[in-house]
T-cell receptor
Framework: DTGVSQDPRHKITKRGQNVTFRCDPISEHNRLYWYRQTLGQGPEFLTYFQNEAQLEKSRLLSDRFSAERPKGSFSTLEIQRTEQGDSAMYLC??????????????FGEGSWLTVV | ELKVEQNPLFLSMQEGKNYTIYCNYSTTSDRLYWYRQDPGKSLESLFVLLSNGAVKQEGRLMASLDTKARLSTLHITAAVHDLSATYFCAVGRTSGSRLTFGEGTQLTVNP
């Protein structure tokens, strides 16, 4: 078990370009989450999947953002027409839902995005 | 809208001392998490608290939950430098869905 893996770890892009981040969750975890974190703040929820179904999206997830989890395993988060305000660390997390809740949510190392 | 407040936001303490970080939340919750984050790193899960009166301990850290007061505490006993990090509490309302994080408490333990 290698934990939650994210790629790339760092991305610098010009304003207006598109970027895509990939997340590989812990194997067998059926839930996958995306969060965004800016310096000095706590992570903010973006969206989550159970298997391949996207069950909840935050208002933060504008129409420039799209997330997929096509086979219920890895996930991608794409940001189109990036803006400087998109600069942040994008965190992926996964968990295994079980009865009674209390599932630990494991976070990846994050993908740092800098929009210049 | 669920709001989570931590205090203090910054904490500087000496090695060997005890202190408590507080986490208040605004609406009913069924899960509370504590995470640690080192600079430039991801979040490390410390505790998951599920029920009123729950208490969990790991090393020098102990977390508790009072769902009636909507309050969780993270108590640090005899702090050591290695505990220097930012600590977040996060609250969930239904099992498996979004977590709402506090702003974090930046802890510095001085020799």
């Amino acid at each position: 078990d290698t934990g939650v893996s994210q790629d790339p770890r760092h991305k610098i892009t010009k304003r207006g370009q598109n970027v895509t981040f990939r997340c590989d969750p812990i194997s067998e975890h059926n839930r996958l989450y995306w969060y965004r974190q800016t310096l000095g703040q706590g992570p903010e929820f973006l969206t989550y999947f159970q298997n391949e179904a996207q069950l909840e999206k935050s208002r933060l997830l504008s129409d420039r953002f799209s997330a997929e989890r096509p086979k219920g395993s890895f996930s991608t988060l794409e940001i189109q027409r990036t803006e400087q305000g998109d600069s942040a660390m994008y965190l992926c997390a996964s968990s295994q839902q079980r009865q009674g809740g209390g599932n630990t949510i494991y976070f990846g190392e994050g993908s740092w995005l800098t929009v210049v | 809208e669920l709001k989570v407040e931590q205090n203090p936001l910054f904490l500087s303490m000496q090695e060997g001392k005890n202190y408590t970080i507080y986490c208040n939340y605004s609406t009913t919750s069924d899960r509370l998490y504590w995470y640690r984050q080192d600079p430039g790193k991801s979040l490390e899960s410390l505790f998951v608290l599920l029920s009123n009166g729950a208490v969990k301990q790991e090393g020098r850290l102990m977390a508790s939950l009072d769902t009636k007061a909507r309050l969780s505490t993270l108590h640090i006993t005899a702090a050591v430098h290695d505990l220097s990090a930012t600590y977040f509490c996060a609250v969930g309302r239904t099992s498996g869905s979004r977590l709402t994080f506090g702003e974090g408490t930046q802890l510095t333990v001085n020799p």
